[in-house]
């Protein structure tokens, strides 16, 4: 019913082949979309019952708290940053969905999966796109 842990995220460097550039990544950074955070602080977990607390800092020293709310099933925490459907009945359909679920793992590692979903149908032709992104951050502290 409740969990709480801390645990560090670090910043990427990646390489795109096709062009020579490079990005920076986290999934701090790609969560929350904040290009400050505070990378030398642990990032706090917090779930009670239904609702999810995520907490850290940016390089400003601001404090940031952000609460998600979903449901557990099955040893994990799943919930939604986005989920549309749009519906005109055999005509034309559209769904997007973001998921998120959140579960330990035996070896004390905190996994963060992102699930996507983008489909569509026009006239019974449908088409569509998913894709997975897994984090996994060893536990500093469980509380």
Same mark, same amino acid.
């Not at 979903?117 to 998913?130: D, K, P």
């Given at each position: ?8 995220? +670090?910043?990427?460097?990646v390489? *795109? @082949? ?18 400050? *955070?505070?990378?030398?602080?642990? #990032?706090?977990?917090?779930? &009670?019952? %239904? ?6 800092? %940016? !390089?400003? $020293? +601001? %404090? ?6 979903? +449901?557990?099933? !099955? @040893? ?13 009945? &055999? ?16 070896? $004390?590692? &905190?996994?963060? !999966?992102n699930?996507?979903? $983008? ?12 894709s ?5 951050? !060893?536990? #500093?502290?469980?509380?």
């Open positions: 019913n409740s969990f709480s842990a801390k645990f560090y995220d +670090k910043l990427d460097t390489n *795109v @082949k096709y062009d020579n550039s490079f990005f920076t990544r986290s999934f701090i950074k790609e969560f929350t979309n904040n290009e400050n *955070v505070d990378y030398s602080r642990p #990032i706090k977990i917090q779930i &009670i019952g %239904d609702v999810m607390y995520l907490h850290f800092n %940016d !390089k400003t $020293n +601001k %404090d940031y708290v952000l609460k998600f709310f979903g +449901k557990c099933s !099955k @040893k994990k925490f799943v919930f939604y940053t986005n989920y549309e459907t749009i519906t005109f009945p &055999i005509l034309f359909m559209t769904k997007q969905m973001s998921k998120y679920s959140i579960y330990l793992t035996d070896e $004390n590692e &905190i996994v963060f !999966k699930h996507e979903v $983008n489909e569509g149908m026009v006239l019974l032709i449908g088409a569509g796109t998913t997975n992104k897994d984090y996994k951050f !060893k536990l #500093i502290k469980n509380e």
